[in-house]
C-alpha cells in the first residue's frame, strides 16, 4: 500500500510538475526518503527486537553453562563411581588374601599343636620311663644298701665269731698247756683239741663259703648296679637330647610362630593402613559425590529458579509484545488516517497548483488590461500560494514525521 501510495503520489507530483513546469518535488527524491526511512525504520525494528532478545540469549548461555557443568559433573561421578567399583574389588581381593593368609596361618597352628601334642606326650613317656628307672635304680641302691648292711652284720658275726674262736684257741691253748703238765689228761686233750679243730675248721670253712657267697652276690649286684647306672646314664642322655630336640622344635614352632604372627601383623598392619587408606579415599569420594549431588541440585534448584524466572520474563515480554501488538495496530490505525490526510493535503496541494496554473494563464491571458495591476495581484496571489505551499509541505513533514515515529 505504501509503494502504491509512493508511486501515486510520485505521479501526481510529476503531473502537477509537467502541468506547472517542473515546479513539483522530484520523484527519485522522494522514492529515495522513503526507502532511506524504511530502512531505518527496519534497522529500529531489528535493534530492537536484538535487545528484547538479549535476556533469553543470557537466559540460553547460562543454561549452556550449566549443562556443560552438569556434563562435567555426570563425568566426574562416573569416575568416582569406575573407581569406587574398582576399590571394592581390591577390597575383596584383598580380603581373599587375608583370609585364605589366615586358613593358612590356622592349618600351620594346628599341624604345629599337633606336632606340640605328640612331642608333649613323648616327653611325658620319656619322663614316666626316667621317673620308673629311677624308682628302679633307688630301690637296687637301697638293697644294695640292706645287702651292705647285711654283709656288714655278717662280718661282724664272723669277726665275733673269729674271735670267739680265738678265745677258744686260747683256752684250748691253755687248757693244752694244763694239760701238758698233767700227763694223765693228755688223751682227753687230744680228743678237745681234735674236736676244736673240727669246730675251728668247720667255722672257717663255713665262713669262707659266707664271704665267697656275699663277695658273688656282692658282685652280681654291683654288676646290676653299673648296668641300671648305665641305662640311666643312657636315658638321661637320652631324655636330655629328647629335651633338647623339644626345646629345639618349641624354638622353632615359637620362631615360626612368631614369625608367622609377626607376618600376620605386619600384613594386618599393612592391610589396616591399606583398608584405612581405601576408607578415607571412599569417604572423601563419598563426600565428593555428595558435594556433587549437592551441587548439582542446587544448580538443579538454580536452574529450574532461572527457568521460572524465565517463563515469567517470556510472559511479561509476551504480554509486552501484545501490547507492542496493540500499540502497533493503534500506529497503524494513525498511520492510515495521517495517510489519509497526506492524501488530502496532496488533493488540496493539486487544486492550489490547478489554482496557480489558472492564475497563471489568467495573467497570461489578461497583459493587455491592467498588466501591472494583475501582475502585482498575481504576485499578491502567489505569495499567498507560496506561503500555503509551504504551509501544506510543513504539514507533510509534520505528517511524516508522526507516521515514521508511528513505525517506529
Known sequence: KEERQREGESSLAGGLGEERGGFSVPEVEYGHRGELRAADVRMRNSEALWSQSAPYRTIIGALEERLKVLDDMAK????????????????????????SAKDSFAKRVEELSHLNERLVAENKTLHTQLTEKTRLLKAQEAETDELRRGLGSREAESQAVVAHLQGQIKDATATINSMALDKEGQEVHASQRAELHRHYTAAIEQFRSQVEELNRHRAILEEENQQTKQQLQDCESRYEDLQAEMDRRVESVRGERWSLLEAERTARLADGCEIEYLKQQLQREAKGTQDTKQAMASQHEELQSALNT???KRKALEQ?????????TAALKERDQLKTQVQQGTVEKHQLAAQILSLEQ???????????????????EAHTAQQARAHMQDQLRVMEEHASRAAE
Open 76 to 99: 566426574q561421578c562416573k569416575l568416582l563411581t569406575k573407581k569406587e567399583h574398582s576399590h571394592q574389588v581390591e577390597k575383596a581381593g584383598l580380603r581373599e588374601m587375608l583370609q
Open 310 to 312: 524465565a517463563l515469567q
Open 320 to 328: 509486552a509484545h501484545e501490547e507492542l501488538q496493540t500499540q502497533s
Open 362 to 380: 489568467k495573467l497570461k491571458i489578461d497583459e493587455a488590461d491592467g498588466l501591472a495591476e494583475r501582475l502585482a495581484q498575481a504576485q499578491h
